[in-house]
């Protein structure tokens, strides 16, 4: 499992065709994706799973591993090689019993989520937000790189991603505060150079 560059998108952070920006990021050295379709003019049903299709069809061509968020029905139909779940969404345990064999990701934001979850059922921990971010409309207040280095005291184990207004420039102050890679959206999606940006973080 290689989560060093784990890039998250769904429609609604591009402004031209998700899969040429998938495919650009692809090519330049992403290592994960996670299918994030979800907000404000994010699509629904038949358009979710055929985009979703098409997006897993890149990360196959390129042998990247494709993560669903959130949507525990698409895990099948997609041939996900695992989902990402938060505090918010279904059950740590539930999902496991459901999906014994898939790589499940878990979120977590502060000390309580972390007492209150059954971390160790996680293959991954997502942290964060690191920094503040304008891609989820629901995001807490940025927690800051101490959270990484606190988390990892406690998991020295489990593998670590930071998220949340991580950009080429303060991506590795995530990794040296002990995590195991960085999930992007923006620091991708509004790249003017995608394969540049890619590269740098
Ligand atoms: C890698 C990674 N980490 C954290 C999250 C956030 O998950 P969650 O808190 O459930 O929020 P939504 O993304 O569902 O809005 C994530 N998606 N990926
Ligand atoms: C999905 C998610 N969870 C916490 S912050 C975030 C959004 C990250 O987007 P960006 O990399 O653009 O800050
Ligand atoms: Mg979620």
């Given amino acids: 499992m290689n989560l060093r560059k784990y890039f998250i998108m ?3 952070n591009c402004d031209r065709k998700p899969e040429d920006i998938l495919e650009e990021a692809a090519k330049s050295g992403i290592t994960a994706f996670q299918f994030r379709e979800k907000g404000e003019g994010s699509l629904t049903y038949e358009k979710k799973l055929a985009l979703g299709r098409r997006l897993r069809d890149i990360c196959a061509r390129h042998n990247i591993m494709f993560f669903i968020n959130d949507d525990i029905d698409l895990v099948e139909p997609l041939a996900a090689d695992g989902i990402h779940v938060g505090q918010d969404d ?6 496991r ?54 988390l990892r005291i406690q998991y020295p184990n489990i593998p670590i991603v930071g998220i949340g207004g991580i950009t080429e420039e303060n991506a590795s102050s995530v990794i040296d505060a002990g995590a195991d890679g960085t999930a992007v959206i923006s620091a991708i999606t509004r790249a003017d150079n995608i394969g540049a940006a890619v590269k740098k973080l």
Avoid at 90 to 95: A, I, P
Avoid at 103 to 120: K, R
């Fill in 97 to 150: 019993k459901m999906f014994p064999d898939k790589i499940i990701g878990l979120s977590v934001s502060n000390q309580t989520e972390a007492d209150n979850s059954t971390v160790q059922l996680a293959d991954y921990l997502g942290a964060g937000s690191v920094f503040a971010t304008s891609s989820k409309d629901d995001a807490a207040q940025a927690v800051g790189l101490k959270w990484i280095r606190d």
């Fill in 90 to 95: 279904m059950q740590l345990e539930k999902v």
């Fill in 10 to 12: 769904g429609s609604q």
